[in-house]
T-cell receptor, first 115, second 113 residues
Framework: DSGVTQTPKHLITATGQRVTLRCSPR?????VYWYQQSLDQGLQFLIQ???????AKGNILERFSAQQFPDLHSELNLSSLELGDSALYFC??????????????FGPGTRLTVL | AQSVTQLGSHVSVSEGALVLLRCNYS??????LFWYVQYPNQGLQLLLK??????LVKGINGFEAEFKKSETSFHLTKPSAHMSDAAEYFC???????????FGTGTRLTVIP
């Protein structure tokens, strides 16, 4: 158990809908990272927040957005969902703000299915 | 742009045999390189990383990787495979500003008893 929690575990929705994925980092960690793992796109880094501020941005679509709240939990919002958005979405956290230099601890993921 | 190529989507080895998982990267400048492992139904776990300094990097669970700039490679090895090593392994490279990570397509390792 990494100490990172993600809810929900599974989510099934329809095309065009909007969903919110939630992540709680390990106690004391200030950074939260979001990743997408799909059969088509493989594993992709989406975005990083550090202490409430966006720190690094990867291959995140404009239909997707994220934020980190004062209690350091993070939410990933996915809107206008398409079939291709079906994937496993991972959250990770780390103590510091370095995408590269800080070890990230991964949550178990949220599996999103878009029908 | 940075990219990573992992040769072999599936690798099978016998228990006790050498594990060799291949990773080649493309980058115009010396990159940061990573190997992650993903066990079934779990998130990723960092095995090891190369940032600067010694080109032979030792990681957890007996794995190591060597950064070879001339070959643009960062292959992962372990002298003796254990059944518990069965998992999917991802090589990754960061961009020059360390603001993005690019992952390979993964290699699924099967260990045969």
């Amino acid at each position: 158990d990494s100490g990172v929690t993600q809810t929900p575990k599974h989510l099934i929705t329809a095309t065009g809908q909007r969903v919110t994925l939630r992540c709680s980092p390990r106690s004391g960690d200030l950074s939260v990272y979001w990743y997408q793992q799909s059969l088509d796109q493989g594993l992709q880094f989406l975005i990083q927040y550090y202490n409430g501020e966006e720190r690094a941005k990867g291959n995140i679509l404009e239909r997707f957005s994220a934020q980190q709240f004062p209690d350091l939990h993070s939410e990933l919002n996915l809107s206008s969902l398409e079939l291709g958005d079906s994937a496993l979405y991972f959250c990770a956290s780390s103590t510091g703000g370095g995408l590269v230099l800080d070890e990230q601890f991964f949550g178990p993921g949220t599996r999103l299915t878009v029908l | 742009a940075q990219s990573v190529t992992q040769l072999g989507s599936h690798v099978s080895v016998s228990e006790g045999a050498l594990v060799l998982l291949r990773c080649n990267y493309s980058s115009s400048v010396p990159p940061y390189l990573f190997w992650y492992v993903q066990y079934p139904n779990q998130g990723l776990q960092l095995l090891l990383k190369y940032t600067t300094g010694a080109t032979l990097v030792k990681g957890i669970n007996g794995f190591e990787a060597e950064f070879k700039k001339s070959e643009t490679s960062f292959h992962l090895t372990k002298p003796s495979a254990h059944m518990s090593d069965a998992a999917e392994y991802f090589c990754a490279v960061s961009d020059t500003g360390a603001n993005n990570l690019f992952f390979g397509t993964g290699t699924r390792l099967t260990v045969i008893p």
